[in-house]
């Protein structure tokens, strides 16, 4: 029993707002859009930027904060998921404490793929208890998913985004020119997201993917369908996550593909990046779909067609009913006791499965691997 007169009641709300904004050639020096958040005369700016990202920009990168005379520390951050960690967090953070920027509006700049932009935000939430901060995606992930939403974290205990916080950025800069020198990988690691969202929720970028998703690759997204296909991710992306930022709502569309992908992108042996753990879910999940008759074997046969056109390699060892089992089964620990794995219904809608059977994943497996193309990589990894 509490003591009436001694409970005190603690309200506040705080608004949250940012702009995911469309933003061609950031570094031109004419552009002051990436120093228009915050102070930008007599200022200071922290810039964190992708190892290989620097190689291609680092002149613009210095000659853009130089013609703003901006005093800027660029801190070049190492690549891929190996490097997000606690130590290279805590790393961030030591050289962060070096350069004194003002906490209110001297944002942090991050300039790179998920990994960066995850890890940033993260030293956003937790440095002097929050600092502003803006992301720039440079991969096709981080444009179309990693970048857009408040979720930033770093892996702990062998487990993906174990530590981590809900940070809203002030700002998000898309220029898709980045692309241009993002290996081919990548570009196919990023496009699984958006298959995503066109079979869960978006039947018309299903059928623009089918049309130009091809070409699209080719031109590594420069190109205007290939913009329209971006700018249609990004919306129907930030449609899902706006109403529900914080996850109240654990049954969530876009969480379609991100069942058996944990398993499979979280196991010591895996060759997979998350987008392509992700597809191997994707085509799991819709076999499942069409046995519980969600999906016509025409709108199966189109997921599995449009997959294969884009020749992504997918090493799929590890898919077994055992491993697929054993994840749903922590997925659904996570999801707070019910395993809330979105299914396509038809092509472009949703329905949640609560009641998947050991049985059902071991006949997905065994179509799957009756099903699935090999291709042999036509890039170099
Ligand atoms: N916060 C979220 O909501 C969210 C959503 C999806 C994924 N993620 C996270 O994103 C991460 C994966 O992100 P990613 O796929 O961008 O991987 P990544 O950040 O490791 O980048 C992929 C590779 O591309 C290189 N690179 C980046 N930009 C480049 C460019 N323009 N030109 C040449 N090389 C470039 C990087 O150095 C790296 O080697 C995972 O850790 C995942 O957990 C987070």
Known sequence: MTDKAHVWRVRYQRPIEYEVANCQDIFNPENDALISVGRSRDARRFVIVDENVEKYFSTQIRDYFDFHKIDARVLLFPSGEKNKTVDKFLWVLRELDKFPINRRDEPIIAIGGGVLTDIAGFVASSYRRGIPHVKVPTTLMGYVDASIGIKAGINFNNQKNRLGSFEPPKKVFLDRSFLKTLPQRHILNGLCEIIKLAVIKDYELFELLEAHGTSSIESRFQDETSASILD????????????????????????????????????????????????????????????????????????????????????????????????LEERTYHRNGLQRVPLPEGLGGCNFANDIKFEEIQSACKIYAERKTNHEPIYQY
């Open 232 to 327: 249609r991710a990004v919306g129907g992306m930030l449609e899902e996550l706006q109403p529900n930022l914080f996850e109240d709502e654990l049954a969530r569309k876009v969480d379609f593909g991100h069942t058996f992908s944990y398993g499979l992108e979280t196991h010591p042996e895996t060759d997979l990046l998350h987008g392509e753990a992700v597809l191997i879910d994707i085509l799991i999940s819709a076999l499942l779909a069409a046995t519980r008759g969600l999906l016509s074997d025409p709108e199966l046969n189109r997921i599995f067609e449009l997959v294969d056109k884009f020749r992504i390699v997918l090493n799929d060892e590890l898919v077994t009913p055992n491993l697929l089992w054993a994840t």
